[in-house]
């Protein structure tokens, strides 16, 4: 049999198949061939065969048209493949409560283009704030979806992105991930908490799964942490910044100080956001300090 894996426990991976949901564990000579990393993830697609009622072995996982990683914890050179085969990523912020932070939409959108992911930004909660910031994104050529779980502002806007697709959802704990999916589809009951006294919300979602939603599939995530920057260097991040112009003087220009940087011009000029370029450069530090550490 043909499946996806949906979901992924501590006793085993469950695959979505045409004869329905099988839990599955992985064949000896799979785990062989693909080493101590992760074997499979969620929404990867496998090849299966029955081992019981409702269970089943994978034999083999294919080829992945995509994927979002991470380093390994336990070896951070190693890769650890996240989600395979989504066709898009949202960032989801709240507009207030708790407050956005842009560097982490940055991070979350060069992770994306690292891995082959189209990306766009939920800003939820927007029935508190309006904030300005959201224009740096649309100049970027970034989608920007403005939504309220509360009053159900922007869902049908959202509902239109999320058809026939398989999006992961990430962002901080405590902006409306869970709340958003259950406005869309009501009946899913993800569980949800309220943002803490300390202005941070807390994690409602302890794995990633595959939930049908908005006339597509969405990956709900556990927090920002489930992900990484993983095959992106300080030396390309800024090839991760579609906005960022070509045309430097120097081929390898890294937009810092170089003479004729057409990005830092355009900055001045106020075509590329300021926003952007200063998580761009915040962005390569945090890649630069990786690199010396290993």
């Known amino acids: 049999?043909?499946?996806?894996?949906?979901?992924?426990?501590?006793?085993?991976?469950?695959?979505?198949?045409?004869?329905?949901?099988?839990?599955?564990?992985?064949?000896?000579?799979?785990?062989?061939?693909?080493?101590?990393?992760?074997?499979?993830?969620?929404?990867?697609?496998?090849?299966?065969?029955?081992?019981?009622?409702?269970?089943?072995?994978?034999?083999?996982?294919?080829?992945?048209?995509?994927?979002?990683?991470?380093?390994?914890?336990?070896?951070?050179?190693?890769?650890?493949?996240?989600?395979?085969?989504?066709?898009?990523?949202?960032?989801?912020?709240?507009?207030?409560?708790?407050?956005?932070?842009?560097?982490?939409?940055?991070?979350?959108?060069?992770?994306?283009?690292?891995?082959?992911?189209?990306?766009?930004?939920?800003?939820?909660?927007?029935?508190?704030?309006?904030?300005?910031?959201?224009?740096?994104?649309?100049?970027?050529?970034?989608?920007?979806?403005?939504?309220?779980?509360?009053?159900?502002?922007?869902?049908e806007d959202l509902r239109a992105f999320l058809a026939g697709k398989l999006t992961v959802f990430v962002g901080p704990s405590g902006v409306g991930k869970s709340t958003l999916l259950n406005a869309l589809k009501p009946g899913l009951a993800l569980k949800t908490r309220e943002v803490g006294g300390t202005g941070e919300g807390r994690h409602t979602t302890s794995w990633a799964e595959i939930v049908d939603v908005g006339g597509g599939r969405v990956i709900d995530t556990p927090g920002l942490e489930f992900f990484g920057l993983w095959g992106v260097t300080a030396a390309d991040v800024g090839e991760r910044f579609q906005e960022f112009p070509s045309g430097c003087k120097f081929r390898n220009c890294q937009h810092t100080n170089e003479p004729k940087c057409v990005v830092r011009d355009e900055v001045g000029r106020g075509v590329v956001a300021e926003s952007r370029y200063e998580n761009y450069l915040a962005i390569r530090r945090i890649l630069m300090e990786s690199a010396e550490m290993f």
Do not use: F
């Not at 990683?69 to 898009?88: C, F, G, K, T, W």
């Not at 407050?99 to 991070?107: E, N």
């Not at 990306?119 to 909660?125: F, I, L, Q, R």
């Not at 224009?135 to 050529?141: I, L, M, S």
């Open 1 to 155: 049999m043909l499946g996806q894996v949906v979901r992924i426990r501590a006793n085993g991976l469950e695959v979505r198949t045409e004869e329905g949901v099988v839990r599955c564990s992985l064949r000896g000579r799979l785990k062989k061939e693909r080493g101590a990393g992760k074997l499979a993830t969620v929404g990867d697609e496998v090849e299966l065969e029955a081992s019981g009622a409702g269970e089943g072995r994978i034999g083999r996982v294919l080829p992945r048209r995509t994927k979002l990683s991470r380093p390994d914890p336990h070896n951070p050179r190693r890769e650890l493949v996240m989600v395979a085969n989504v066709d898009a990523l949202v960032v989801v912020v709240a507009a207030a409560d708790p407050p956005p932070d842009l560097l982490t939409i940055d991070k979350c959108t060069v992770m994306a283009s690292a891995g082959g992911v189209p990306s766009a930004v939920c800003v939820n909660k927007i029935d508190l704030e309006s904030p300005p910031w959201m224009t740096a994104y649309a100049k970027a050529g970034i989608q920007v979806m403005k939504t309220s779980a509360a009053t159900g502002a922007g869902l």
